[in-house]
């Protein structure tokens, strides 16, 4: 994209000859990663030392969406996060290079990036996680425009079959991740589009955590669900083979 991209890495305290699991997390809708370490995930720092995990938080700008988009050569995402910066991490920080001990996962627009970078990479991460993700475009009406999914997909006539949900499932089959999502019951937005993907998995065969508790489209839900799925994470990792 040929532009700088603040990215923010938390990690434990590094000892000589250890190497460490990394996960990537993607903030949602007009986030950042500053308010991510902040106010959406605030135990980050903790949580890396006591899992021995380096956290990788890249600036998804306001709106990209996380995807590679046809219409903006400055938005492509997924091949920044999925390709460049993994690449740069395992380049400059003592990792374990291998798609077992490597996770991403996300919140709202960062749920749905997850999902989109982790399928396009599968090479690249064997877990991946969503919170309250807008995982299905079909459901937002209005606001594919008024999120400005138009201005890095286009219009939503002409939407590439590989960002529904049926072609994404299909994938998930065969890409031997793991898949783990929650929401919140009062989550006007989402609630819908992640029971009924949870639902479409099922009945496709694909293995995957599904998980939903009280709590609306806000910063209450999110920190405790993604602090909860840091933990699942951690109990994947710890069940991998060397």
């Known amino acids: 994209m040929e532009k700088e991209i603040e990215t923010i890495i938390i990690t434990p305290e590094i000892k000589v000859e250890k190497l460490y699991k ?5 903030h949602g809708y007009s986030g950042n990663p500053n308010r991510t370490y902040k106010e959406d995930i605030p135990e980050l720092l903790l949580k890396s030392e006591k899992f021995q995990t380096i956290y990788i938080l890249p600036d998804g700008n ?18 920044f996060i999925g390709k460049e910066l993994v690449a740069y991490i ?41 919170t309250c993700g807008a995982l299905d475009l079909t459901y937002f009406g209005v606001n594919y425009k008024n999120y400005q999914v138009e201005d890095v997909l286009g219009p939503f006539e002409k939407l ?16 031997e991740q793991y898949y783990i999502f929650d929401c919140g019951t009062e989550d006007e937005q989402m609630i819908d589009m992640n029971r009924n993907f949870h639902f479409l998995l099922t009945k496709n065969g694909v293995e995957h955590s599904y998980t939903e508790s009280l709590g609306k489209h806000d ?18 990792f710890n069940n991998q083979k060397l």
């Open 219 to 236: 910063t209450e839900y999110w920190s405790k669900a993604l602090s909860n799925q840091l933990v699942l994470f951690e109990n994947y």
């Open 160 to 175: 590439p079959s590989e960002y529904l949900v049926k072609s994404r499932a299909e994938k998930m089959k065969t890409s």
């Open 90 to 130: 395992d380049s400059n920080f003592p990792t374990m290079k291998n798609r077992k001990w490597r996770g991403i996962l996300g919140w709202s627009m960062g749920g749905f990036g997850a999902l989109n970078v982790g399928l396009n990479y599968t090479q690249n991460f064997s877990i991946v996680g969503s």
């Open 22 to 26: 990394t996960v990537y997390i993607l």
């Open 62 to 79: 306001f709106n990209s969406w996380y995807v590679d988009s046809n219409l903006n050569q400055k938005s492509q995402y997924s091949t």
